[in-house]
T-cell receptor
């Protein structure tokens, strides 16, 4: 079983739609959680952290369910510019030596 | 922008030749990382450094070595390149976020093709 699992997609949605991505992680000791965005042939970029209470950043909402070891990302009012691959990322502990574990990503295509 | 550059950005080499990739950062970050990204595998950690001359292995370190002789530069060397090392290589640094979480920022990547 992969440490971080995501549906690879692609998710093809019309502009203005709401889309949700899910992610599960296997290590219950995981402490920190993030969503990254990666455009084609570019580096991953931090989209947002994910907090236990849930958090929102504009059109993006992230949720964490520690009991189910499940993370979600909701994008409202999708824009063409949201087309990218979204990576679910988990960190075991604190400190720079604790590695990040990356999911393989979910591809989103927003269409006119 | 975390001030990370990578060189070269693209490289084509032949099997059996040594290759060195360079990561350079300008903001005095202590921790630096090398990842490779391949379809179906996501990003996988090769090696990381927690200070000058302090390095450790990641999950896919076989066939790779690293060096960090000064804070700003982290070098990744493929001792004898193989076709299985064809990949996109990303360097990263650790940074503390405002909320107290520590995460990583990535350089632009190096595309390596081993023929």
């Amino acid at each position: 079983r992969k440490e971080v699992e995501q549906d690879p997609g692609p998710f093809n949605v019309p502009e203005g739609a709401t889309v949700a991505f899910n992610c599960t992680y296997s290590n219950s000791a995981s402490q920190s959680f993030f969503w990254y965005r990666q455009d084609c042939r570019k580096e991953p970029k931090l989209l947002m952290s994910v907090y236990s209470s849930g958090n929102e950043d504009g059109r993006f909402t992230a949720q964490l369910n520690r009991a189910s070891q499940y993370i979600s990302l909701l994008i409202r009012d999708s824009k063409l510019s949201d087309s990218a691959t979204y990576l679910c990322v988990v960190r075991l502990g604190t400190g720079g030596g604790n590695k990040l574990t990356f999911g393989t990503g979910t591809q989103l295509k927003v269409e006119l | 922008d975390a001030g990370i550059t990578q060189s070269p950005r693209h490289k084509v080499t032949e099997t059996g030749t040594p290759v060195t990739l360079r990561c350079h950062q300008t903001e005095n970050h202590r921790y630096m990382y090398w990842y490779r990204q391949d379809p179906g595998h996501g990003l996988r950690l090769i090696h990381y450094s927690y200070g000058v001359k302090d390095t450790d292995k990641g999950e896919v370190s076989d066939g790779y070595s690293v060096s960090r002789s000064k804070t700003e530069d982290f070098l990744l060397t493929l001792e004898s390149a193989t076709s299985s090392q064809t990949s996109v290589y990303f360097c990263a640094i650790s940074e503390l976020l405002a909320g107290g979480q520590e995460t990583q920022y990535f350089g632009p990547g190096t595309r390596l093709l081993v023929l």
